[in-house]
């Protein structure tokens, strides 16, 4: 007979995996229109360019190997690092943003992946960017997340995290023209931060900017640097 302490870890693991299939699934039937509803956000958002600029500044100056972005989507975000001349890939879990990723920049790599168990040895990236790829992430999973983050830095290299800021979240019945399944889940600043330094990163730098007309929290924008090695 298990024990009981067996049971609750599995159901863990099968809400832990739903709630990926439910993430994956909704992106996969988004990803056309998410693609052209935010192409062209940057453009308009020179606070979030002055983080992404700090942070390409830091991965070629750490010089540690090619820049995952962790999430990517359509890969807008990694063909603007690209374009800033960083070696960028992009994972996503879904394979419908990973096709419109293709789609939309040929001369770019992106990969089916997760987060949660990337296909990478241990400190083979020169950044990760993780742009808003944690909004469904349930903040118990947090932890496993980042230290997938540490994991796959090289030393010195730099980690870019975009988030909701604030406190709980919210349930996403119809976002980007079409009927999803999907939790959103806002985090303090501060448990950032906190969770960062338990894996084993160096936060260096916090921005938080006030919500914009269509978005209902603050958002959050934390750089951090994996220690070089002693
Ligand atoms: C809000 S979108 C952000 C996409 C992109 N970073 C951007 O800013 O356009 C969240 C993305 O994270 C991806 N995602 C969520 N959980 C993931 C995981 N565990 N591993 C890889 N990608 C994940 C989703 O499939 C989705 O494409």
Redesign the pocket.
Known sequence: MSDPGDTVGSMTETADALA?EE??AS?DTVAADYADL?RHELAGAPLERAMLAAFAELALAAGAGPVG??????G??TAHLHALGVDAFG????SG?VEVARADHPGLRFEQ????ALDLVDGALGGVLS???T???PPEQLPAVFAEYARVLAPGAPLLIAFKAGEGGRRLEHAYRHPVSLDVYYFAPERVSGLLAAAGLDVRSVLIREPGPDERTPQGYLLARKPAAA
């Not at 972005?69 to 359509?74: E, M, T």
């Not at 992946?113 to 949660?116: K, N, R």
């Open positions: 990926l993430t994956r992106y935010l972005d962790l999430g990517c989507g359509p807008r975000v994972v996503d879990l879904s943003m992946g997760s987060m949660t742009w808003y790829s909004v469904h992430t």
